[in-house]
């Protein structure tokens, strides 16, 4: 079964960064789709970013040019690099993941994967 585990949340300054982690194991298998959804309180859960075993990466629109999404060559660690932020980042961060190889629906579908991690809160202050 595979488990995610998420860190480094925290509070930032608008314009600031933060660094998401996202820890895998459990499982195996071979490269598969991964990626990151946030929900804030009273919102829709929100897919932020997705990375699919051929590398290829997708993004909300809300996000693109400040948000990088990618992982390690050892494919347990999957990260996302906030840069420039604003307070309507501010959300409960997650990772989600399949074992299929391709992401269907990009960031968009990230929401619906079969595994997902605690989340990771983030609070960007104006």
């Known amino acids: 079964q595979m488990q995610l585990v998420e860190s480094g949340g925290g509070s930032v300054q608008a314009g600031g960064s933060l660094r998401l982690s996202c820890t895998k194991s459990?499982?195996?298998?071979?490269?598969?789709?991964m990626g990151w959804f946030r929900q804030a309180p009273g919102k829709e859960r929100e897919g932020v970013a997705s990375l699919d075993r051929y590398s290829t990466t997708t993004y909300a629109d809300s996000v693109k040019g400040r948000f990088t999404i990618s992982k390690d060559r050892a494919q347990t660690t999957l990260y996302l690099q906030m840069n420039d932020l604003k307070p309507e980042d501010s959300a409960i961060y997650y990772c989600?993941?399949?074992?299929?190889?391709?992401?269907?629906?990009?960031?968009?579908?990230?929401?619906?994967?079969?595994?997902r991690g605690q989340g990771t809160q983030v609070t960007v202050s104006s």
């Open positions: 459990g499982y195996t298998g071979g490269d598969h789709c």
């Open positions: 989600a993941a399949e074992v299929r190889g391709f992401c269907l629906g990009g960031s968009a579908g990230v929401p619906e994967l079969p595994y």
